[in-house]
């Protein structure tokens, strides 16, 4: 008599797939065998392949002359605890990645802590993991990705002021000296339209020609000097105007003023004044 043995049936794995449009493929294989600690599953001249099990993931390179990570937001991988977060953030920089790093940000309604690194056409990187999924609002976070959209080239001067120091009365740097200047929740603090004034003008002045003025901040429909707000959102002790603030920016030498971002539905209401994160983008005049 013969025995029939019933095998299991092997489900294969479902692996995430991506597709990158990049502008050097030897520089870009470079950089995808260092952030995820191994060599390409398949390398041709026009074409290469990474294929990860931890996460399942397929992705793909493609060289098309095109720079800046296409329409892409950005793209991510969730880590299972911070111990594997610290232990991947330690590995790339190690190795010459550059990356920052964000703790307890609130973001699409979660609770994150993250960092960020970027590959050589500027396409963003998100590594996190997952504090609290169950968050009542959007939350202020996942910004990196328009402070950081333009194409620089490596050498470029960045000055960038963020949440929680205080405001320099000057920026240490010479005129016509910056190619960009970022201003990460700077008008959060408390300050005066005078003060917010000079921080632009300051801004203007160490600017080269030519060079662009990145603002980030929490804004609402009208100001609120004691907005009170809960979680990570604590450390914003000022919400100006959104109308006011891009009236300050375009009273300014500066041009080619653009609202990158005004998020709907807000992040907060508080006291009926609905908040938004928000983005300006600014130029100075090239001579």
């Known amino acids: 008599m013969t025995t029939s043995i019933s095998l299991p049936t092997i489900v294969p794995l479902v692996r995430f797939h991506i597709s990158l449009n990049v502008t050097n493929l030897e520089r870009s294989v470079r950089f995808y065998e260092i952030l995820f600690d191994r060599s390409p599953a398949k390398q041709r001249s026009d074409y290469a392949k990474f294929e990860?099990?931890?996460?399942?993931l397929v992705l793909s390179l493609e060289p098309n002359g095109k720079s800046g990570g296409g329409t892409l937001n950005h793209l991510g991988i969730?880590?299972?605890?911070?111990?594997?977060?610290v232990a991947t953030q330690e590995r790339l920089?190690?190795?010459g990645v550059r990356s920052q790093r964000e703790e307890g940000v609130e973001c699409c309604y979660a609770k994150q802590?993250?960092?960020?690194?970027?590959?050589?056409?500027n396409t963003l990187w998100e590594f996190y993991t997952l504090d609290?999924?169950?968050l009542d609002r959007r939350g202020v976070g996942q910004s990196l990705e328009v402070m950081t959209s333009s194409t620089l080239p490596d050498d470029a001067v960045?000055?960038?002021h963020r949440l929680g120091t205080p405001i320099p009365v000057r920026i240490d740097a010479c005129d016509d000296s910056v190619d960009e200047v970022h201003l990460r929740g700077s008008f959060n603090l408390p300050t005066l339209p005078e003060d917010r004034q000079r921080l632009i003008a300051e801004a203007t002045r160490v600017l080269k020609p030519g060079g662009r003025l990145l603002l980030q901040m929490l804004s609402g429909e009208k100001e609120h000097s004691t907005p009170e707000l809960s979680g990570p959102g604590a450390v914003v002790k000022f919400v100006p105007a959104k109308d006011e603030l891009m009236q300050l920016v375009s009273a300014s030498t500066l041009s080619g003023l653009r609202l990158l971002k005004y998020d709907d539905p807000p992040c907060f209401v508080h006291d009926g004044i609905a908040m938004r994160e928000t983005h300006i983008e600014t130029y100075k005049q090239s001579r």
């Open 52 to 56: 990860t099990d931890q996460p399942p």
């Open 93 to 95: 920089e190690k190795r």
């Open 158 to 160: 960045v000055w960038q």
């Open 113 to 121: 802590t993250k960092f960020w690194v970027q590959d050589p056409d």
């Open 132 to 134: 609290d999924d169950s």
């Open 78 to 85: 969730r880590l299972g605890n911070a111990r594997q977060l």
